[in-house]
């Protein structure tokens, strides 16, 4: 079976604004260069600094223009053509031919996962041992919302990050378990309908693995090398607003990666319905191939795309919201079979690859993150203490640390199982302050990988502040589960 990883895609970010008037001039000389020489391999990011001013700050970006690829500044300032074409060459080249590390990093956590998920399921061992290891579906839709809405590229990188889980996680195991006749077929044509029925089987009335991914699935059309599957009440999707694009990249990946590594051949499967479309279920196309497909890329958003993404995106969180506190605190379920929780490793199993792979992607969450703080639901809650404890606004810090960690601990927010236990610590005479997070459901149970994965949280917590306080403030996490540490801890310094 081929394994090229030589086909994913490296991102290069190029930050920019309205006032630099170099800018144009050399992103058309850096995208030309790319274009000519390495085009299926280099994904061009334009980040406006006027648009993401936390993005440029986590960059370390104080010269426009400025060329990242990784964590290195290429380009910074002005500079000629053949300084920046033979910059480009020499950072790319080495990155292209060096070892991606992170793969193998990537591949160790998935197995990691892999263990807590069957322990946690069929040995009752909890990774959260306070709360249990469901949460409610809203961790996991906010999330995947947010990354595909904030960025076109981010589809790709998903569905990557899926098929590295589906190959090397447990549910290709979970498959085989299911179906064991899988194991009794040689024929390429038969095994493949045997292992199509195994997927079905886990995606739908799942009792022996319940993750709770869907609630059905069914089979529409099988051949020899093609299938069409319909998914019911799909975790990343089910009562989501139309936004005329798929959303379940994840579960797409996932499923080509069960397929492959039950299969032996290479697979590719394309979401062709899904409620992002504005349908009521999501069908997916499944075929065997006989080479690795290129890198799909992205097309190339201006100042006024990625406005009009965002205004989306916000728009969506509304909806979503909604969707969240109907299902919760109302009652309204949006899955009426099975419920509306899914266990733990469906929201990780995503975010944990993407994170190792692309970390623009993580400050993208962090972004989308404050955006939920400032328009998601939970406000009410802040808004009712206030007006019982008759605090008036603009507050002091401590006061806004403890009213966003009663939030955080009030019984609404816990019932969601997203975490458990919540503490803070301030030093006033610094102006900083300290928020812990026990168990939170994005990094429970991962491992040390030298890696810190709760950005949309930290982002949360930025949002709710800015409601409240009135200086500007950055909120960073500095201890993970993903790091070695028995929680999260979050730092939130005044400015």
């Not at 998601?376 to 966003?404: C, R, S, T, Y």
Request: hydrophobic share 40%; aromatic share 8%.
């Amino acid at each position: 079976m081929s394994n090229k990883k030589n086909t994913q895609v490296l991102r290069l970010l190029f930050f920019s604004g309205e006032k630099c008037r170099f800018c144009p001039i050399i992103e058309d000389i850096v995208r030309k260069f790319v274009g000519q020489r390495m085009g299926n391999k280099i994904n061009i990011t334009t980040v406006d600094v006027d648009l993401n001013p936390d993005i440029a700050s986590k960059f370390k970006v104080n010269q426009l223009p400025t060329v990242i690829l990784g964590n290195e500044k290429i380009i910074s300032g002005y500079m000629s053509e053949d300084e920046i074409q033979d910059r480009l060459w020499n950072k790319i080249f080495q990155t292209l031919i060096f070892k991606d590390s992170s793969f193998e990093r990537r591949k160790e956590q998935i197995f990691v996962l892999s263990q807590n998920v069957i322990s946690s399921i069929t040995k009752n061992e909890l990774i959260r041992p306070n709360i249990g290891d469901y949460t409610h579906i809203g961790a996991l839709q906010i999330t995947n919302m947010s990354l595909l809405a904030l960025d076109k590229l981010a589809s790709n990188l998903i569905y990557d990050a899926g098929k590295l889980q589906g190959l090397y996680g447990a549910g290709q195991l979970m498959i085989s378990l299911l179906n064991p006749e899988i194991h009794n077929k040689i024929k390429i044509s038969e095994r493949f309908k045997e292992v199509i029925k195994g997927v079905l089987m886990f995606l739908s009335n799942n009792e022996k693995f319940p993750l709770f991914i869907a609630e059905e699935a069914e089979l529409l059309e099988i051949g020899d090398s093609t299938a069409n599957i319909r998914v019911y009440g799909s975790a990343f999707s089910v009562a989501s607003p139309e936004l005329g694009e798929p959303l379940c990249w994840s579960l797409a990946g996932e499923m080509a990666g069960w397929i492959q590594s039950n299969l032996g051949k290479l697979i590719k499967v394309t979401e062709t319905s899904c409620w992002g479309l504005g349908d009521k279920y999501c069908d997916f196309f499944i075929e065997i191939l006989e080479e690795e497909p290129s890198p799909v890329l992205s097309s190339y958003e201006g100042k006024k795309e990625l406005t009009e993404r965002r205004m989306s995106f916000q728009n969506t969180l509304m909806i979503m919201a909604d969707n969240f506190e109907q299902s919760h605190f109302l009652k309204k379920r949006l899955r009426k079979k099975y419920g509306d929780f899914i266990h733990i490793s469906v929201v990780q199993s995503t975010l944990t690859a993407i994170k190792l792979k692309d970390k623009f992607l993580g400050m993208l969450l962090h972004s989308a993150g404050s955006t939920y703080g400032l328009t998601g639901p939970g406000k009410q809650i802040i808004q009712n203490l206030i007006a019982k404890h008759n605090i008036k606004q603009p507050m002091e810090l401590e006061q806004g640390i403890k009213l966003v960690v009663l939030e955080l601990q009030h019984p609404t927010t816990l019932l969601t199982r997203q975490h458990s236990f919540v503490e803070y610590t301030i030093d006033n005479e610094n102006e900083i302050a300290e928020i812990i997070i026990y168990e939170n459901v994005y990094a429970s149970g991962l491992g040390n990988v030298g890696e810190k994965f709760c950005d949309f949280t930290a982002g949360f917590i930025h949002g709710r502040l800015l409601l409240l306080l009135s200086d500007n403030i950055f909120v960073n996490e500095v201890s993970c589960h993903g790091s070695g540490d028995p929680y999260c801890k979050f730092q939130i310094i005044v400015d």
